[in-house]
């Protein structure tokens, strides 16, 4: 009755009192209204046509970072611009020279001329100022800040031909077929250059490297930042932090001639999820595609922990030959995970491979066989089996000639 209600307010607009006649009548004998003003086919699929709002973007993929499965692809391996994402590679190589000690995240950094007069997102360095590399990563990360980036890599490599070289080096080592980088920083490509270019599954497999470092994640999650002691606040343009439940990162970007894109990271309960959007028409299509696509494979996917590490196995305790003490425990020498289905989960199953019996004296950690997760039969992954006791063996067993 409420919708043939609202079908008869348009006449009721264009006819005055009939209209109102006409609604009247539907109050009073609903009966008889409905079965003489069904929906039409016409209207019915107007109403389906609106929500299937069409794709805005031009390429995009859902991947889960630790396995590496690809959720959903859709022309994932044409090379784009990427705009701003650029500076993910920029983000990972200081960070695995941070980590390797090649560089301080307290180390001082000094902006150039060249650095100071960059243009696009920026947080207004001068010549000569003096900043951390950490705060320096923050005003990248976060507010996408050309400056900041061209500052950093100068630093590390000397000038920013030499840091792209790295940029391009690294891109090889990962595998990277569909990048080539220009710049350190994204900005579109001068008269005569030539424009960086990343696929929607090249930036995934980027992605998959940055959530490795707790730091960047730290950065990226941040929705602003206070920068220069409070003087200036850095301001993630990542949308989908303000809106998106569990999400927590990476990067967007944007030009004319890239359109709208984001590389999204989100969490939820054990798994995480990545996604990639290039080329979307607008800003609001951009992020509403990627939770999109994010909702979709949270839905849809759960990860599982069959076996977790450093956990005693309860009732799988290994015979001891020799030893002051029978038996000694055993526990898993790391987490073995697998994503499934949702509604799959029983197909999962954990078997553990050990030795009959092993030999006094036997050290904590000491491998005495293997756990081995499959899924529908087929082996998913393993991991050791580790005693998690020390056993020492009897006095008379060190001489047993057997």
């Known amino acids: 009755m409420r919708y043939l209600a609202e079908e008869l307010k348009k006449p009721y607009r264009r006819w005055g009192a009939m209209g109102a006649r006409l609604f009247l009548l539907c109050v009073i004998a609903p009966p008889l209204a409905n079965a003489q003003t069904p929906a039409s086919p016409t209207d019915a699929t107007k109403k389906a046509a609106k929500a299937e709002k069409p794709v805005t973007y031009t390429s995009a993929i859902v991947v889960e970072p630790e396995t590496g499965t690809i959720l959903f692809e859709k022309d994932a391996h044409t090379p784009l611009p990427p705009a701003s994402m650029v500076k993910m590679m920029t983000a990972l190589i200081v960070m695995e020279k941070v980590r390797d000690g090649a560089l301080k995240l307290d180390e001082k950094v000094t902006a150039s001329r060249w650095a100071a007069q960059m243009g696009g997102s920026q947080v207004y360095l001068k010549e000569g100022e003096v900043l951390t590399v950490e705060e320096l990563l923050k005003a990248m990360m976060i507010h996408s800040a050309n400056d900041a980036t061209a500052a950093l890599a100068e630093h590390v490599a000397g000038h920013s031909e030499a840091f792209v070289d790295l940029m391009n080096q690294r891109a090889e080592s990962l595998g990277l077929k569909e990048t080539k980088y220009h710049s350190v920083h994204g900005l579109p490509a001068e008269p005569g250059q030539e424009d960086d270019v990343m696929s929607a599954a090249d930036l995934a497999t980027l992605g998959r ?68 959007v290039m080329g979307s028409t607008t800003k609001s299509d951009c992020f509403k595609n990627a939770a999109q696509l994010l909702n979709q494979g949270f839905a849809t996917n759960r990860m599982l922990v069959p076996v977790k590490g450093q956990v005693v196995l309860e009732g799988k305790d290994v015979k001891v030959r020799g030893g002051v003490v029978g038996t000694v425990p055993i526990a898993a020498k790391q987490d073995v995970k697998i994503l499934v289905k949702k509604g799959e989960e029983k197909k999962v199953k954990v078997t553990v491979n050990v030795l009959d019996r092993v030999g006094a004296p036997i050290a904590v950690g000491q491998a005495v066989g293997e756990i081995v997760v499959t899924f529908d039969g087929a082996e998913v992954g393993k991991t050791q089996a580790l005693a998690v006791n020390e056993v020492q063996s009897t006095w008379w067993w060190r001489f047993w000639p057997f």
């Open 209 to 276: 490297e940055i959530v490795k470092f707790p730091k960047i994640v730290e950065f990226v999650a941040k929705i602003q930042e206070p920068f220069r002691d409070g003087a200036f606040t850095l301001v993630n343009p990542n949308h989908l932090l303000r809106t998106f439940p569990g999400a927590d990162g990476i990067k967007t970007g944007f030009h004319n001639k890239a359109g709208f894109c984001v590389t999204g990271s989100a969490m939820r309960g054990d798994l995480r999820l990545l996604v990639v």
